[in-house]
């Protein structure tokens, strides 16, 4: 018969506002982007963290964390509890963190009451997963699962031109352990919604079933710089015009494949962005998501199809590449079980879903049995520092995390 341990809420909500400390933001919010000083303020927390619940802390050549309790039997491998602690440049508190503080919780919560489980329990923080920084998302997570080399990685540049190696060096985390070397058996996520569903339902948990195919593109397109005042409107070749044509038929094609496809452009950058010169150039990105990747393929397809329709008449010129493609994903069976166990056991309301949003789960998926637990945020917000869910939820998520690990823990006894 599983104990009945019960986590601290109070705990994991002071533990969540005194990491929210790194990279605050004065609305509330938080900017700790990825392999900057304030990602390492909190890496230094929570190896100092896990540490006192006796943890050994190993790092791979990416930066994954990874903080391990030791079980009765040394020769299984550990259950993983695992998200990010990077954030968008106005992120909130909970995107990602909830998933590392309320694994931490759950850590605390077995020590606590001196419960020894059959297993290793770990809990890993991976790097980069918001590619907001360093694109693509789920970089080192992707590492990790072969999807993507280390040298990938390195070489991966912000807008800045700061290379990934670079950032991760200056912050003293890029560790010994080849990637992918550290194995665990199985990977459970917890994490915010990130979307509306679970709060219009008044449900309480996600039982999710798989993360949704996710596609990203980078566009430069070249005109002509020239003078606003000089220059005849039939004369000119303005890449700001043409793009931003573009972008209102990235729109139409995601409206077209309603209600599931999501298109997107979140990074425009114009040039020379002088109010009287008709822009030249413009580099902007594409974020394209379906359940379906046969979908995915269509609206790739029609997007192609509309830069040439677009933009050649308009005597522009443009430089298009896909630099992103991560498949939908279907997360484990038994893994799902534990997690409907867990939400069972501790009685709240839930439904199953699929993620909008990309997560580390949806490439461990890939070398591991990994499912994911939801918690709704307020209004479905997120990726804007207004995000917000309740201590409540928040404890809710934790205890079902809990309860999934050790009802997974218990098969192997
Ligand atoms: O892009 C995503 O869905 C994730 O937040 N990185
Ligand atoms: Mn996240
Ligand atoms: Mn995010």
Redesign the pocket.
Known sequence: MLPNLTINPQRLWDSLMQTAQFGGTAKGGIKRLTLTAEDKQVRDWFVREVEKLGCTVTIDEVGNMFATRPGKNPNLSPIAMGSHLDT?PTGGKF?GNLGVLGALEAMRTLNDMGYETNAPIEIVDWTN????RFAP??LASGVYAGVFTPEYAYAREDRQGVKFLEALDSIGYKGKDKVGAHKFQAMFELHIE?GPILENEAKVIGVLQGVQG?RWYEVTVSGQDSHTGATPMYLRKDALLGTARVIDRIDAIAKEHAPYAVGSVGLIENRPNSRNVVPGETFFTI?F?HPDDAVLQVMEDKFRAALADILTPMRLSYDEKRIWDSPAVKFDPVLIDCVRKGVEKAGFSNRDMVS????DAAYIARVAPTTMIFVPCAGGI??NEAESTSLDECAAGAQVLLNAVLEYDSRLG
């Open positions: 968008q995107d997963e918001e590619g907001s998302a789920m990130q996710m974020d998501r909008g949003a990309g997560h997120s990726h």
